[in-house]
T-cell receptor
Framework: DVKVTQSSRYLVKRTGEKVFLECVQD?????MFWYRQDPGLGLRLIYF???????EKGDIPEGYSVSREKKERFSLILESASTNQTSMYLC??????????????FGPGTRLTVL | QQPVQSPQAVILREGEDAVINCSSS?????VHWYRQKHGEAPVFLMI?????EQKGHEKISASFNEKKQQSSLYLTASQLSYSGTYFC?????????????FGGGTRLMVKP
């Protein structure tokens, strides 16, 4: 069974802290994604990665960075957390071998609150 | 640019039908539909490719009108289990890699 796990379901941090969100998939997928979800705005892509050490900016990369050192793990980093980064963060992965967009499998999400 | 979904929210009684629309301002290669139940991860429903095809998943079907850059999701004889938020994701022709652009979501509540 396909599985995407995220390190925390809930996280509370203070303004200015460095925050790490971890995502692991066990499906040997090529592609991994980080989205943030806000009411009325749907899912907005922050970054995605199509291979180890490769990354591409999504629609809202400002204030975020990512790291993919191993195929199964994709980390989202908030260098200096701000209150406007309070949100639900969703990780996803997809097979990535078809050349076009294929089914994405999502993790349960991390609800981050920045105080 | 994000596709626009309508309506933003809909409340149904069990057994009623609903249509959720997804409109884009750009030419589309494919449209993807996902459903997210409360407190859970979004789950894939179906992909529609250019060519105006229609697909089905249980009593949920969808159409894709490439010329109008629109897709519609049809929920027939709704069940309580259909409650959740539905997202369309669009793939343009000039996509930089495997990027989907999601709409704002349509919240569906089915009541007994």
């Amino acid at each position: 069974d396909v599985k995407v796990t995220q390190s925390s379901r809930y996280l509370v941090k203070r303004t200015g802290e460095k925050v790490f969100l971890e995502c692991v998939q066990d499906m040997d997928h090529e592609n991994m994604f980080w989205y943030r979800q806000d009411p009325g705005l749907g899912l907005r892509l922050i970054y995605f990665s199509y291979d180890v050490k490769m990354k591409e900016k999504g629609d809202i990369p400002e204030g975020y960075s990512v790291s993919r050192e191993k195929k199964e793990r994709f980390s989202l980093i908030l260098e200096s957390a701000s209150t406007n980064q309070t949100s639900m963060y969703l990780c996803a992965s997809s097979l990535g071998t078809s050349g076009r967009i294929d089914t994405q499998y999502f993790g349960p999400g991390t609800r981050l609150t920045v105080l | 640019q994000q596709p626009v979904q309508s309506p933003q929210a809909v409340i149904l009684r069990e057994g009623e039908d609903a249509v959720i629309n997804c409109s884009s301002s750009k030419a589309l290669y494919s449209v993807h539909w996902y459903r997210q139940k409360h407190g859970e991860a979004p789950v894939f429903l179906m992909i529609l490719l250019k060519g105006g095809e229609q697909k089905g998943h249980e009593k949920i079907s969808a159409s894709f009108n490439e010329k109008k850059q629109q897709s519609s999701l049809y929920l027939t004889a709704s069940q309580l289990s259909y409650s959740g938020t539905y997202f369309c994701g669009t793939e343009g022709y000039n996509n930089a890699g495997n990027m989907l652009t999601f709409g704002g979501g349509t919240r569906l509540m089915v009541k007994p």
